[in-house]
């Protein structure tokens, strides 16, 4: 193995590992597409969390600064104190590059690279970076002395994609860019988002588009298995099954079970086992349908017909709903639920253990300054 394929196999891994075990560690926060004053200020308080067993220190370190923020940030802070398990349920977060550059985001004395290498942030682990110029990002953190860092080692390239057309426009030139990462030493994060007009043809239609995306792939060289591949086909799926309310265990049980097994079977028809990874992407919203939590939880019982690792993507339309959250928390001084939380949730699906009932003692509200928080 070459020493490229060395370094790219050791940044997949970083994200899947644990998969066997039924860790945590196969969750990406995509922030990418926040830019709103609110959001930018809840993605602040991410980035700015302590580590665990460090906010005493960190209280220290920080006070003058903490003192200063207004009352909006401080009560979004404190929720993150009182509930720091973030870091502990994902495996990476992804951000758009001109978000570095944000003076309420980050240090404006400290470049990008720096504050991730400096920060006590959950980022430790990996950055993903959204952006469409691998190479010339490679040449920026080279310049910086950053590329065989453990934070800085990924990029997101993102394709939409028509169903039912014969040929996409964009194909070619994403997948040369994929390329280009791996070429770079930086492990490339594929994400490809369907759309559909005809959702009676998903089965077949999805099957093509896969295939035709993997031979695009095979013909820029790339080497998929040092790729993870994003889909937003269960969403998709979940669309042509039939929106139906469902009530009970017996009704779920009989939905995931048809769910899962029209998703495994278009990948299994369509996308090499060799692939480094899964990762299913969701822009339905928080729990708008129990139906992708009860998906997940069902994977264990394909386990060993499974050849990739498998993991999700939280897009920003769920952390949206979390921020408005926040900003009805600061109205109306009650309480909120925090991504933390939510995060335990996929947690407990990715280890078959999520029940309705468990959900009820996960996301319980929780009180603006208290110190009792759900981080146990």
């Given at each position: 193995?070459?020493?490229?394929?060395?370094v790219?196999?050791?940044?997949?891994t970083a994200?899947?590992?644990?998969?066997?075990?039924?860790?945590?560690?196969?969750?990406?926060?995509?922030?990418s597409?926040?830019?709103e004053?609110?959001?930018l200020?809840y993605?602040?308080?991410v980035?700015?969390q302590p580590?665990?067993g460090q906010?005493?220190?960190y209280?220290?370190?920080h006070k003058?600064k903490?003192?200063?923020?207004?009352?909006?940030?401080?009560?979004?802070?404190?929720?993150?104190?009182?509930d720091?398990?973030?870091?502990?349920?994902s495996s990476?977060?992804?951000?758009?590059k001109?978000?570095?550059f944000?003076?309420?985001i980050?240090?404006d004395?400290?470049?990008p690279?720096?504050f991730?290498?400096?920060?006590?942030?959950?980022?430790?682990?990996?950055?993903?970076?959204?952006?469409?110029?691998?190479l010339?990002?490679?040449?920026e953190?080279?310049?910086?002395?950053?590329?065989?860092?453990?934070?800085?080692?990924?990029v997101c390239?993102k394709?939409?994609?028509?169903?039912g057309?014969?040929?996409?426009?964009?194909?070619?030139?994403i997948c040369?860019?994929?390329?280009?990462?791996?070429l770079?030493?930086?492990?490339?994060?594929?994400d490809?988002?369907?759309?559909t007009e005809?959702i009676?043809n998903?089965f077949?239609?999805?099957?093509i588009?896969y295939?035709?995306i993997?031979a695009a792939?095979l013909?820029?060289?790339?080497?998929?298995?040092y790729?993870?591949?994003?889909?937003?086909?269960?969403?998709?799926?979940?669309?042509?099954?039939?929106?139906?309310q469902?009530?009970g265990?017996?009704?779920y049980?009989?939905?995931s079970n048809k769910?899962?097994?029209?998703?495994?079977?278009?990948l299994?028809?369509?996308?090499p086992?060799?692939y480094g990874?899964?990762f299913?992407?969701?822009?339905?919203?928080?729990?708008?349908?129990?139906?992708i939590?009860?998906?997940?939880n069902?994977?264990?019982?394909?386990?060993?017909?499974?050849?990739w690792?498998?993991?999700?993507?939280?897009?920003?339309?769920?952390?949206?709903?979390v921020v408005?959250?926040y900003?009805?928390v600061?109205?109306q001084?009650?309480?909120?639920?925090?991504?933390?939380?939510i995060l335990?949730l996929?947690?407990?699906?990715?280890?078959?253990?999520?029940?309705?009932?468990?959900?009820?003692?996960?996301l319980?509200p929780?009180?603006?300054?208290?110190?009792?928080?759900?981080?146990?």
């Open positions: 193995m070459s020493s490229t394929t060395d790219l196999k050791i940044q997949i994200l899947t590992e644990c998969y066997q075990d039924q860790s945590h560690k196969q969750v990406i926060l995509d922030f597409t926040f830019n004053e609110a959001q200020n993605l602040k308080s980035l700015h580590l665990i906010e005493k220190e209280y220290e370190t003058e903490l003192e200063d923020l207004n009352n909006f940030e401080q009560q979004i802070l404190e929720v993150f104190y009182n720091l398990v973030m870091k502990d349920y990476a977060m992804i951000l758009a001109e978000q570095f944000r003076k309420q980050l240090d004395k400290k470049t690279l720096e991730f290498q400096t920060t006590q942030s959950i980022l430790k682990r990996a950055c993903v970076i959204k952006d469409e110029a691998p010339q990002l490679a040449e953190l080279k310049k910086h002395g950053y590329q065989n860092k453990p934070s800085i080692q990924f390239l394709l939409d994609y028509e169903l057309k014969q040929q996409n426009e964009n194909l070619e030139s040369q860019k994929v390329r280009d990462c791996q770079s030493n930086l492990a490339p994060i594929f490809v988002q369907f759309k005809n009676q998903l077949a239609d999805a099957q588009a295939s035709t993997n792939l013909d820029k060289e790339v080497q998929t298995e790729m993870i591949l994003c889909t937003n086909i269960v969403d998709l799926a979940i669309q042509y099954l039939g929106d139906v469902l009530n265990d017996n009704q049980k009989s939905y769910l899962n097994y029209f998703v495994l079977k278009i299994f028809n369509s996308i086992p060799s990874g899964i299913f992407t969701f822009d339905r919203g928080f729990v708008q349908s129990k139906k939590l009860h998906f997940l069902n994977l264990n019982k394909f386990d060993i017909y499974i050849a690792p498998l993991g999700v993507k939280l897009n920003a339309r769920l952390f949206d709903e408005k959250s900003s009805i600061q109205r001084q009650s309480a909120t639920i925090t991504i933390n939380q335990k996929f947690q407990n699906c990715f280890a078959g253990k999520y029940k309705d009932e468990e959900e009820q003692e996960v319980q929780i009180k603006l300054g208290s110190t009792s928080s759900s981080s146990s």
